[in-house]
C-alpha cells in the first residue's frame, strides 16, 4: 500500500474524506449491499447509509440472527464533555446491544494523555461525566464492562505482547513519525479491541467496533495483529462498521475541539448551543432573493446533517424538509428556528436524564 | 552525538568495547578517581579497576557514608540459567546492600520476550532458577524487593507515562531500527530504573544501578527522562558505575548463549565445566618452549580474567599468578589445572547452598 493511500485516513487529523469510493477499491472496506436487509431493524443510521461500510460484518448479523454470542467494542477519548458527533457511536453501540451484544466501552486515558497531554488524574474526571452520557443515551450498564484504560492490565499486557509483531515501519506508515507514546496507545488500543476475546470474558468471539472512517487504520493494525496471534490466543479477527463524519457547524470538515463553533457538547448551555446553531453555516444562498430562486444546498449544510444524522428520524419529515430547501421554498432563518428547537429540547431532556444516572457512573468508575 | 559514536555500545549486541578512554571523553562517563577511597571498604572489583566509571556515584558514597537511604537497582534477563559473567553484577549489589542500599532486583521477562521471544510462562520458571542462585550468592531477601517485570504495574504505567517524552529518533539512535516491542521493553526497564523512587517506596532516593558497560543506553534514556519527569515524581537522576565486560573462555569478546564454549553457568555439571576450562583459550604461546622463553600473556588470557574478575579474592595471589605466567614460570598447563579446581570448587559450594533457597524463591515469586 503506498504511503500516499495510508495518509488518506488518520485517526488523529482532521483530513476530509472526500471520496467514499476510494476506501471500497484501495482499503478493502466492503459495501453495506445485502446486509442491512438481514438485520432485523434499520435505525436511521443504517437505512441513509451513514453507516456505509464495514469489514467482516456478515459475522457479527449472523451471531444476531443466530442468537450466538458476540461483543460490541467501542470507546472513548477523556478530553473534554462529549461532543454531539460522538453521539452516532454511541446510538450504534446500544442498537446493537439491543440485538444481544455484551458492550465493551473504554474509556482511553491513556491515549488522551499521549495523545493530548491530559494527565490521568485530570482524565478521571472527564470520565465519569462521559459515562453519564453514555447511560443517560440508553447503554445498559447490566451488559457492558466499562473501564479505564489505564486501570485495566489485561489489554497493557496485550499491548507488550502484541508489540514484537509489529515493525517500525508499520507504525511509521500508519501514524508517522510520532513520538513513542502516541505508538504505544496505538498498540493498547489493539488491545481494547481484542480484550473482549480472552479467557476471562468467555474466550474468542465475533468483536464488532462501530468507528468513523478516519479510525481504520487502528482496525486495519488490530486485524493483521489477531491474525498473527491466532494460534496462541484463538482470536476471531474483529469486525468494523465505518460511519461517515459529520460536518462542523462552521462548515468545517469535521466538529473539532479546536473550534468551539464547530460542535456543542451534551452538557453545553442551552444558550450557547443556540448562539452557534444560529451563527452556523449553511447550503443557503448568498440572498434570500437568490435562495428563493434557486433553492438551498442541504447537502453541503450541518444544519441539515444534524436532522440526518442524530434528530429527525422519521424519514418522510426528513425528505420534506430536504425539499422544502432544494426547492426554495424554506429558507434558513426558518430551518434554524426549527433545529434549535429541536436540538435544544434533546439536550434539555438530555441534562435532565443525565441526573438519574451519576451515583451508577461513579459506582462503575470505583470513584469515591 | 553521532550515530557512529551510539553504536559503540549496544545493550543487545556483542561490539567489543576496545577503548574504555572513549568512554570518557566522548559519552560523558566518569572515571572513578577520589570516590574509591570515601568507600568504607573496597572489594577486589573496585581495588581492580574493574569497576572503571561511573554516573553520579559520589550521590550513592555520600548517602553511604551519611547512613542516608538508597536504592541499588539491577535485574536479570530469564533467558536460562545465570552465567558466570552475570554474578559480577550480583556482587555489586550485595555489596552495596551490606552498605545500607535496598535492592530491586527485576526479573525482566518482559525483555526476554521482546527480545528472545520467550515466552512470560516458560521465563517464569527460568526466573526461580536465577532466584535462587541470587539467595545464594548471598542477595538477602529480607532488604531487596526482587519483581517479575509482567508482574509489576507500576512499571508498566512509568513506561507509558514516560514515552511520551521520547522521540522516534532516540529510540533509533540508541537502539537501532528495531520492532515495537523492544523499543517498549526499553522503556518498561525505563520504568524499573525509576521504580525505587515511587511514593509506593518511599518517594525520591538516590538509586544506584550497577551495570556492564553495555548497558550504558538505558542508563542516558532513564536519566534523560527521569530529567525531563522532576517536577512530576521528584525523581533524582539515576546514578550508575560501570563494569568491565569479561572476555568469552573461547577467546571472543563477551559471554555468549550463542556460544556454549565462551561461558559457564552456575548451574552446570563441573564435568562440563571442567571440558569448556581445559578447551579455553588462553594468553599461552604455540609451544611450550616459546612460552619459557617469552612468558605467557596473562592480560589476553580468559582464564586470568577469571581470577581477576571472581576467583582470587587475594591480591597477592593474583599478582603472584600474573607473574608466574609472565615469566613464562607456569605454563597453561599448571594454570588450567588450578583454575579448575577453584572453579569446580566454588560452583560445587554454590550448587549445595541453593538448595537451601529454593522454597524461599518459589514464595518470593509467588510460584505454587
Not at 443466530?66 to 446510538?91: C, D, E, W, Y
Request: with cysteine; hydrophobic share 40%.
Amino acid at each position: 500500500m503506498k504511503r500516499s493511500n495510508m495518509d488518506l485516513i488518520d485517526p488523529w487529523g482532521s483530513i476530509e474524506i472526500e471520496n467514499y469510493e476510494k476506501l471500497f477499491e484501495e482499503f478493502g472496506i466492503q459495501r453495506m449491499d445485502g446486509l442491512v436487509d438481514k438485520l432485523p431493524c434499520k435505525p436511521s443510521f443504517i437505512r441513509r447509509g451513514i453507516i456505509f461500510g464495514h469489514r467482516d460484518f456478515e459475522r457479527i448479523v449472523e451471531a444476531i440472527n443466530k442468537q450466538q454470542p458476540f461483543a460490541v467494542m467501542s470507546g472513548i477519548k477523556p478530553t473534554g464533555p462529549l461532543h454531539i458527533g460522538t453521539i452516532l457511536t454511541l446510538r450504534e453501540m446500544i442498537f446493537f446491544q439491543k440485538l444481544g451484544g455484551v458492550v465493551f466501552y473504554c474509556i482511553a486515558d491513556i491515549e488522551a494523555y499521549e495523545d493530548n497531554g491530559i494527565p490521568l488524574e485530570e482524565s478521571e474526571k472527564i470520565a465519569l461525566d462521559n459515562v453519564v452520557d453514555a447511560l443517560a443515551l440508553g447503554l445498559d450498564p447490566s451488559r457492558s464492562y466499562i473501564y479505564r484504560q489505564s486501570k485495566e492490565n489485561d489489554v497493557k499486557d496485550l499491548a507488550i505482547i502484541l508489540a514484537r509483531a509489529v515493525t517500525l515501519s508499520t507504525m511509521e506508515a500508519i501514524y508517522g513519525v510520532r513520538h513513542m507514546g502516541l505508538y504505544m496507545s496505538a498498540l493498547i488500543q489493539v488491545g481494547d479491541i481484542l480484550l473482549p476475546q480472552l479467557k476471562r470474558f468467555g474466550g474468542p468471539k465475533p468483536t464488532l467496533v462501530p468507528v468513523g472512517i478516519d479510525q481504520d487504520p487502528h482496525i486495519r493494525l488490530c486485524r493483521d495483529l489477531a491474525h498473527k496471534f491466532k494460534e496462541k490466543y484463538g482470536f476471531i479477527l474483529p469486525s468494523a462498521t465505518y460511519h461517515k463524519i459529520i460536518r462542523g457547524l462552521d462548515g468545517s470538515s469535521k466538529m473539532s475541539k479546536r473550534n468551539p463553533m464547530s460542535y456543542f457538547t451534551l452538557t453545553e448551555d442551552v444558550e450557547s448551543i443556540t448562539f452557534k446553531l444560529k451563527n452556523a453555516f449553511t447550503g443557503g444562498r448568498p440572498t434570500a432573493k437568490e435562495q428563493r430562486t434557486l433553492g438551498g444546498e442541504p447537502e453541503k449544510c450541518p444544519i441539515f446533517d444534524l436532522y440526518k444524522f442524530f434528530f429527525v428520524e422519521d424519514d418522510d419529515k426528513l425528505l420534506e424538509t430536504y425539499w422544502r430547501c432544494k426547492t426554495g421554498d424554506m429558507l434558513c432563518g426558518e430551518d434554524k428556528a426549527f433545529a434549535i428547537e429541536v436540538v435544544t429540547s434533546f439536550i434539555k431532556e438530555h441534562q435532565e436524564r443525565r441526573k438519574a444516572f451519576i451515583d451508577k457512573s461513579r459506582e462503575i468508575l470505583n470513584l469515591d
